[in-house]
């Protein structure tokens, strides 16, 4: 079932909030098949310590963006499914998933991303290509769209809130976030290797209902940077996009989940998704029901439509 409205209000379970802060989007794909060494031959010449960018197919230009310590193999199985159509850019984020990381503790993650993806389309000739994000990603597609609405022609933003720390109550500011997300990022560089693998387990487990794609989030977790994953989460948690909405003129479908068994119960999470996205002009809000954090995995046909219906529009 798709539920979809342009307003709405309430909140989400503290459950889903807490197993969302420690790990925003660690990735997912039921297991999808790992890039063949071929494709990285299609990478472009593109150079950045922030991001690196796959192209495959050719057609409209299509940017995917993961989430956080995913690898860009979360989008794999909608990137092939694609290419017969569309000229598709695999975004990979520096510091997760082996991607090398050069920066230190501290400091800006996502704000760089948005500087170096404008860069790209920029350099790169891309004209109003769409750009689809999964949770961070999402956050950072919106991000791309307020800053630079003349180099993005639709954003899609796939489980994800203009301000993360909204699932924590309606009262919460991005200045009483801020020790929330000290401690956060705290605890991802203080935990041992055994310990913070059993996290990411746990954690997991409320982010996708697919076993193949738990994972897949654990071992792209393990071969993050520690201290990109902490100036991540940090910054997630304390950027609130609320205010930049009204003024947006770029179209936005704002895809999120719903699930009846262990997940967000379909009445907090239409509350939370119409009341975040209230002051956006013509957003799009579309529930996936049966679907966690991870819908592109756990609903894959739906999403395959839902994908199709919004480069068509």
Do not use: N
Not at 232 to 238: G, K, L, R, Y
């Amino acid at each position: 079932m798709m539920f979809m409205s342009r307003h709405g209000g309430g909140r989400l379970l503290r459950a889903f909030a807490l197993a969302s802060a420690v790990a925003l989007g660690a990735g997912a794909v039921a297991l999808a098949a790992r890039a063949e060494p071929a494709a990285f031959a299609a990478q472009t010449a593109f150079a950045s310590d922030r991001l690196s960018v796959e192209v495959i197919g050719s057609g409209p230009d299509v940017i995917l963006i993961p989430g956080f310590s995913s690898s860009r193999e979360v989008w794999r199985a909608e990137a092939e499914r694609l290419k017969a159509t569309h000229r598709v850019h695999l975004v990979q984020l520096a510091g997760f998933a082996g991607e090398p990381w050069t920066h230190g503790e501290g400091g800006p993650f996502v704000q760089p991303v948005v500087d170096e993806l404008t860069r790209y389309i920029r350099e790169m000739g891309l004209e109003k290509p769409a750009v689809i994000g999964h949770s961070m990603g999402g956050m950072t597609a919106v991000m791309l769209a307020q800053q630079h609405p003349e180099a993005v022609g639709r954003v899609m933003s796939v489980d994800s809130l203009p301000f993360f720390s909204a699932l924590f109550g309606p009262q919460v500011t991005a200045e009483t976030a801020r020790p929330f997300a000290d401690q956060a990022a705290a605890g991802i560089l203080a935990a041992d290797a055994a310990g913070f693998q059993a996290q990411q387990g746990q954690t997991a487990i409320g982010l996708a209902r697919d076993p193949a794609t738990r994972e897949a989030m654990v071992a792209w977790s393990m071969a993050s940077d520690r201290q990109a994953m902490a100036a991540a989460i940090h910054e997630v948690m304390t950027t609130d996009l609320r205010p930049g909405l009204p003024a947006m003129t770029t179209p936005v479908w704002a895809i999120y989940a719903s699930d009846a068994d262990g997940g967000a119960p379909a009445a907090m999470a239409d509350a939370l998704w119409g009341r975040e996205y209230a002051a956006l002009p013509g957003v799009w809000l579309i529930r996936v029901d049966g679907s966690r954090h991870f819908i592109m995995a756990d609903q894959p046909a739906r999403f395959a439509e839902l994908v199709d219906q919004f480069l068509a529009d």
